[in-house]
Structures are given as C-alpha cells and as structure tokens.
C-alpha cells in the first residue's frame, strides 16, 4: 500500500524539476528509442480512450487501438532497462534528491507509476480537435514493428528540435534534447 504513495510523492517532486530545468535534458537516439518503447503502449492506451468517444466507429483506434496497445506492451520487458536508465538521466539532470528516491524504488513499481502517468497525461492533454489526425498516425504507425516506431520518432523529435548554435550537436524540442550517440 506505501508503494504508490512514495511513487506518486516521487512523482511530484521530479515533475516540476523537469518543466523548469535551465539545459534540457539530453538523451541519445537510442535512450529516447528504448524511453518511447516503454511509453508508446500507455501513450497509444491514453489516446484511445481519449479520442476513441470523438472518433467514428470505423477509425483506427475505437477498431484497433486495443490490439495496437498489446503489440507494443509486448516488448515493454525487453525495453524497461534501457528506457529505466534514460528516465533516471532525465530525473537526474533536474533534481538529484528525487532522482535518488526514484531509484530506490522497486523496478514493478516504477514502471507502474510511469505507466499511469503517461496514460493519464495523454488522455488529459490531447485536444479533441487532433484526434484524427492521432488516429491516422496509430494507422501509418500500426504495421510497423514497435521498434522502428520508436526509432523514427527519435528522428522527427531529433529533427523538430533546433542544433545549438555552439555545435554541440544536441536538437532541443520542449524541455528534451536529443544529442549524437
């Protein structure tokens, strides 16, 4: 019964480090494709029951978002100790007491606690207004194995985001950079 508690307390203390962090957090390719492969099933599960009420029967997710949810959630195991490691980097760049908290806890109640979040935030935050164009990205993105899913969305995230002007080489968009391997 502690365990959510001190996970959603966890929780709290590292999200606002995060949303006000100087320097981005900077991941590699790699780290945002196993943190993505992770979190695209919760991601995927938060749109559909979003979107899913505003959709027409026939689309993609209220059809097929349950079985696309299922075919990423397959290679969460596989993908938890990398996509662990890149969370951790990113609760470390902004606030090293709570990223200490976060790794005491058991791996179960971690990857519960994100999984939550992630769903929750999608299902909260998504315009309604966007929900096609969601449900058309769930299609294009459907046949793919999860891992190139994951990859090309370290790519667009990589391109969307602008080369620091010193050279460094990291590509920042919001409050994540994602840098050379």
Known sequence: MHKPIIAAAAFLIVVPGIAQAAEPPCLTKSEFSALASFGLPSVISGANERCSPTLSSGAFLPTQGDALVETYASRKD???PAAKSAFLKISGKTDGK???????????????????????????????????????????????????????LALVVGLAGKPKKDGSGKSAIGKLAICED
Do not use: H, Y
């Open 78 to 80: 596989a993908n938890w």
């Open 98 to 152: 709570a990223n200490d908290l976060l790794k005491l806890l058991p791996d179960d109640t971690l990857q519960a606690m994100l999984d939550v979040i992630v769903e929750g935030m999608v299902s909260q935050e998504i315009p309604i207004e966007r929900c096609g164009i969601i449900d058309d990205f769930a299609r294009l993105f459907a046949p793919l194995p999860p891992e190139n899913t994951a990859e090309l």
